[in-house]
């Protein structure tokens, strides 16, 4: 076991900030929650840091020998470094840095899946972090962040999507390349608008299905709608007409796959 | 128009703690869209403050006016300190205070709507202003916050909400009291468990209908289950076995008021 080690606790830090995280590959994960979640899907961090409260729990000491074991850090630590390291008041006994699998179209196998989301340029890390968590629940495949978006694997976003950052695939595309990519193989591009009087409830869902989901300040560009298969709408009782973005992914993803274990 | 105040200032500032807001009674909005949303729901602030900037748009300065005619301050200000009011390094342009609302349950009149949610021992009040957001959406009377809750009228919350906080109503209560409001007259109480086989889509839900959610950590706690007339389960199919808690509360909102529509 790696001795207390200013550079790694360094380094770890840093990966708070963007720009660090696309230099070294890496991304945050904290707590044994999504770290032991992690590696139930196969995947084991490049450095683990704990204190040696976390140490002592036996599911944490087998994942620490493991990612040893593996090539990986392992690097014990005081909770105030941990507290640093993971901005909260509150820390978690163990933080761990993974590599950032690869976000290119090619990496997505569509027949994976039936579900798809497609995001247009998120802002908010944890609306993606939620999506995630809600494909992971809804069995979807993953999401296609399109355009310019808040980044996936920001700390923000790995803790909303509660370990599903690790069994959601993520890929990153402008609109172009995701449209010409869609296009080259079987999918339905569901698009949900005010624009249409189709209510989301009476719509045959032909999977695979990728959801598109709009910006939380200005929703879909209208050539984006255009370029849905289909277009739905979800009727809003009240003053507003707007759902989050987060919320509305997960409407349209439980009503598609209740009508598909409905028929 | 009252001149440049740094009392004021200070008094909006510390709004932004919960300690502050429970003795000033008043709580914080902020932005155009949102300050708007409340005048049209007929609720004016006891202060406003505004860059001139912010004072230029037509239906500010037209709320700004109105303000100050039914008696409330309105503080013309840098867009620096309302950066700092607001803690936001996008500042609005617009910063203001409003009366908080009554949150006793005999506030609540249940025949106003056929959806109410009920919450308990929410943390995030991001969590508590998306549900009010979506309860806006959804058509729901509001939101009834059990046991010890994250404020709804944090800054947080009411943000989250984009307005949901001026036009869905939001009670506090003790578990033991909602329980006996809620049996001294009609209501359907509808627990989301995984303590059951029942689908959410299959059952016959009964207005008013109250959604009963629990904390984003351990759910609800079996005493509570037990008090649900209908324990439901929303069916996952990922490795994770829950929601966020405001993506199942509105995952449950859609249903049931889809089944209403469907009937």
């Excluded at 994942?63 to 909260?88: F, M, N, R, Y």
């Excluded at 608008?193 to 200005?218: A, C, K, R, W």
Aim: net charge negative.
């Amino acid at each position: 076991m790696t001795a207390f080690s200013n550079t790694t606790v360094k380094r770890l830090r840093s990966l708070r900030d963007k720009k660090a995280r696309k230099e070294e590959g890496l991304f945050l994960a904290e707590g044994l929650r999504i770290i032991a979640e992690a590696r139930d899907s196969g995947r084991l961090p490049e450095i683990i840091m704990f204190s040696p409260e976390g140490a002592r729990h036996p599911l944490a000491s087998e994942i620490i020998a493991a990612t040893e074991a593996a090539g990986g850090d392992a690097v014990q630590t005081t909770p105030d470094i941990l507290s640093k390291t993971s901005g909260k008041d509150n820390p978690q006994m163990l933080v761990a840095a993974y590599k950032q699998p690869a976000t290119d179209l090619s990496s997505i196998d569509r027949t994976r899946a039936p579900l798809w989301f497609v995001a247009q340029a998120l802002r908010d890390p944890g609306n993606i972090g939620t999506i995630l968590r809600t494909g992971d629940a809804v069995g979807a495949g993953g999401l296609i962040l399109v355009d310019d978006s808040a980044d996936p694997y920001s700390v923000e976003a790995a803790r909303a999507s509660m370990g599903a950052i690790f069994t959601q695939q993520v890929a990153k595309a402008p609109w172009s390349d995701f449209l010409a990519w869609l296009r080259s193989g079987e999918g339905q591009l569901v698009g949900t608008s005010l624009n249409t009087d189709q209510d989301y409830l009476s719509v045959t869902y032909l999977p695979p299905t990728f959801l598109l989901i709009g910006n939380e300040q200005q929703g879909l560009p209208q050539s984006y709608e255009e370029a849905c298969d289909v277009l739905v709408k979800i009727p809003m009782a009240g003053r507003a007409d707007s759902l989050n973005a987060a919320i509305a992914a997960a409407v349209m993803a439980f009503q598609v796959t209740a009508s598909w274990r409905a028929s």
